[in-house]
């Protein structure tokens, strides 16, 4: 009996330690997805480079691998990351006025992170979001006003936009990604400043605008 006992808090452990060693393998092979991007083109790129070879320009969208180290060579240069499947939470990256920026993408893992959410994709509308738009996707600086009283804010991703507030996206081919209350999405390129209310209604506000119905 003493000895079926010990071969069951053996098993019992093994398991335990196979079922450790899993969770912290796929947490190593965590891999991040590029979600918002800002970068000096007449100065620099935000790349990542894995092992010796040669540094690949980072694209939003983009899936950066779990080897990877990424680097930002301007300081006025920024990038938004999510764990790629998990695009609730973000890492935020700042280029530095004292030289390059270099991190590998466990270390930005062990960072500090924000939450974000985003309607849920349906037919109806997402009651939490009721005359709101998030900010799915974006490339390049862009404005957000809340109100006339209200200061302008450079927006992030994850950002939720009120239907009364306006943006202003600064720079030609800049792109914002916005998530309709029922989990469409739509995409606008600007230069183009516009009230989001505009959005709702399905407006033509430039040619770049295309909204998802």
Same mark, same amino acid.
């Given at each position: 009996?003493?000895?079926?006992?010990?071969?069951?808090?053996?098993?019992?452990?093994?398991?335990?330690?196979?079922?450790?060693?899993v969770?912290?393998?796929?947490?190593k092979?965590? +891999? %991040?997805?590029?979600?918002?991007?800002?970068?000096?083109?007449?100065?620099?790129?935000?790349?990542?480079q894995?092992?010796?070879?040669?540094? =690949?320009?980072i694209? @939003?969208?983009? @899936?950066?691998?779990?080897?990877?180290?990424?680097r930002?060579?301007?300081?006025?240069?920024?990038?938004?990351? +999510?764990?790629?499947?998990?695009?609730?939470? @973000?890492?935020?990256?700042?280029?530095?006025?004292?030289?390059?920026?270099?991190?590998? !993408?466990p270390?930005?893992?062990?960072?500090?992170?924000?939450? =974000?959410?985003?309607?849920?994709?349906?037919?109806? +509308?997402?009651?939490?979001?009721?005359?709101? %738009?998030?900010?799915?996707? %974006?490339?390049?600086?862009?404005?957000?006003?809340?109100?006339?009283?209200?200061?302008?804010?450079?927006?992030q991703?994850?950002?939720v936009?009120?239907?009364?507030?306006?943006?202003n996206?600064?720079?030609i081919?800049? +792109?914002?990604?916005?998530?309709?209350?029922?989990?469409?999405?739509?995409t606008? !390129?600007?230069?183009?400043?516009?009230? @989001?209310?505009?959005?709702?209604?399905?407006?033509?506000?430039?040619?770049?605008?295309?909204?998802?119905?």
């Amino acid at each position: 009996m003493k000895t079926f006992r010990m071969m069951g808090a053996m098993l019992a452990a093994f398991l335990l330690i196979a079922t450790q060693g899993v969770s912290a393998a796929d947490k190593k092979a965590e +891999t %991040l997805t590029c979600v918002g991007l800002y970068s000096e083109t007449s100065d620099g790129s935000i790349s990542y480079q894995v092992a010796k070879k040669d540094w =690949v320009v980072i694209k @939003v969208g983009d @899936v950066i691998p779990v080897a990877a180290t990424i680097r930002i060579n301007v300081d006025r240069d920024w990038i938004e990351l +999510t764990p790629t499947g998990n695009p609730n939470v @973000v890492y935020d990256l700042e280029g530095s006025d004292k030289g390059d920026v270099t991190k590998t !993408v466990p270390e930005i893992l062990k960072g500090k992170s924000r939450t =974000v959410s985003f309607p849920k994709k349906s037919n109806a +509308t997402d009651p939490r979001f009721k005359n709101k %738009l998030v900010v799915a996707q %974006l490339v390049g600086r862009q404005i957000y006003t809340a109100s006339p009283d209200s200061d302008d804010k450079d927006m992030q991703y994850g950002d939720v936009l009120d239907i009364k507030g306006k943006v202003n996206i600064i720079g030609i081919n800049n +792109t914002l990604v916005l998530m309709f209350p029922n989990g469409a999405v739509t995409t606008v !390129v600007g230069p183009l400043n516009f009230p @989001v209310e505009k959005v709702f209604t399905g407006q033509n506000l430039y040619k770049y605008l295309n909204v998802a119905k």
